[in-house]
Structures are given as structure tokens and as C-alpha cells.
């Protein structure tokens, strides 16, 4: 599969609790983005990066959240002491940053806080 | 103002109708334009890009108005498994995406 790939597919939590993401990119996609989308909402960005560079990090997010892509291949998103309100679907795409750029998604990670 | 907006609906439609969605930018400077489908619970998957001469691709058309700053899709011939959340994007150094216009096929 050469698709986007995120993992896991569902993560329960309680709160308080730390939790990571992992999204594998399409291999030779070097623009990697991270949102979040809750019911009815359209995608929220969250962060992106160029290569291991973050471009651009949301105001909206709080210092809770990090995110890395250390290599420039796989990133991760962490969020530290969650919250009830981090419940959503996290969403990882990739592009290339010229040429042909369409984003593709990531299956997405489905967060519940408790 | 939101970079990107969308008429939430819902489109509620028949069969076989002519359906057409807008989608407004903010940024005159924005690069490129796309139209995403969204299952619900499912991941946005790409339905096609926005050329600024217009792109056809089986019952779905595109249109790029860059004066007007908006972006249509127009599906014809609606089938009951068109029926999903349509979200328009744009790229202005990074993407931006509306909420989603919902769209109801009905037999």
C-alpha cells in the first residue's frame, strides 16, 4: 500500500493521559500535515512540515500538542494531559510542495478522551 | 473572516437532478484549488483538482472564478452514492479547507 497510513486507527484515553500518533507519508511527498476534524466540521489545521522543517504550527493549538517528523519520512503527533475536548479525528495528509500538490489523507486516527 | 467558506447545506436533491456547490476564498494570491469528498467517519479522498479553464470529469465539472474569487463544482445526473459532504480546498502556502457542503441524493 502506498497510500497514507496512520496508526492507530481508534485510541481510547483517559484523561489526563499522554497519547501519540504516527503518519507514514507518501514516500516521496515532502509536505506532511496534521488536522483535526470533529463531527460536522471541516479539516482543522493543526501543524505542517517541509521535509523535517515545521513551516507552521495553529495559534489554536496549545502547548499540549507537538509534533515531529525527525527523518522527513514519518511524523508524530503527541498530545500531553488530554483533555475531553482533544476527542476528534486526527487526520495526517501529504503533498509534494510543487508541481502536481493535490493532499492526500491518511485513514485517520480516532481519538476519545474519557 | 474564514479563508475558506462553504454553504453548510443540506442539498437534499432526486436522482437524476443537476446539482452545483460554491466555495468562496479569502486569499487572492491562492495557488490551487481542489474539490474533496468526504464519506461520513471517513478520510477527505481528492475528487479533483480546479483548472482556471474549467475541468470535466464524468458527470462532475469544475469551474475557477479567480475575480470573483470562488471555486463551483456542478455534478449531473446525481446518483443516491454521490451523496456525501463535498469540501473545497485551496492552497495558499499551505492547504485550507471549507466545512463541507452536505449533499442528500434521494430515490
Known amino acids: 500500500d502506498t497510500g497514507v497510513s496512520q496508526d492507530p486507527r481508534h485510541k481510547i484515553t483517559k484523561r489526563g493521559q499522554n497519547v501519540t500518533f504516527r503518519c507514514d507519508p507518501i514516500?516521496?511527498?515532502?509536505?506532511l500535515y496534521w488536522y483535526r476534524q470533529t463531527l460536522g466540521q471541516g479539516p482543522e489545521f493543526l501543524t505542517y512540515f517541509q521535509n523535517e522543517a515545521q513551516l507552521e504550527k495553529s495559534r489554536l493549538l496549545s502547548d499540549r500538542f507537538s509534533a515531529e517528523r525527525p527523518k522527513g519520512s514519518f511524523s508524530t503527533l503527541e498530545i500531553q494531559r488530554t483533555e475531553q475536548g482533544d476527542s476528534a479525528m486526527y487526520l495526517c495528509?501529504?503533498?509534494?510542495?510543487?508541481?502536481?500538490?493535490?493532499?492526500?489523507f491518511g485513514q485517520g486516527t480516532r481519538l476519545t478522551v474519557v | 473572516r474564514k479563508e475558506v467558506e462553504q454553504d453548510p447545506g443540506p442539498f437534499n436533491v432526486p436522482e437524476g437532478a443537476t446539482v452545483a456547490f460554491n466555495c468562496t476564498y479569502s486569499?487572492?494570491?491562492?495557488?490551487?484549488f481542489f474539490w474533496y469528498r468526504q464519506d461520513c467517519r471517513k478520510e477527505p479522498k481528492l475528487l479533483m483538482s480546479v483548472y482556471s479553464s474549467g475541468n470535466e470529469d464524468g458527470r462532475f465539472t469544475a469551474q475557477l472564478n479567480r475575480a470573483s474569487q470562488y471555486i463551483s463544482l456542478l455534478i449531473r445526473d446525481s446518483k443516491l452514492s454521490d451523496s456525501a459532504t463535498y469540501l473545497c480546498a485551496v492552497i495558499f502556502n499551505k492547504f485550507y479547507f471549507g466545512s463541507g457542503t452536505k449533499l442528500n441524493v434521494k430515490p
Open positions: 514516500s516521496e511527498h515532502n509536505r
Open positions: 495528509a501529504s503533498s509534494l510542495a510543487q508541481g502536481v500538490n493535490e493532499a492526500f
Open positions: 486569499n487572492s494570491a491562492s495557488q490551487s
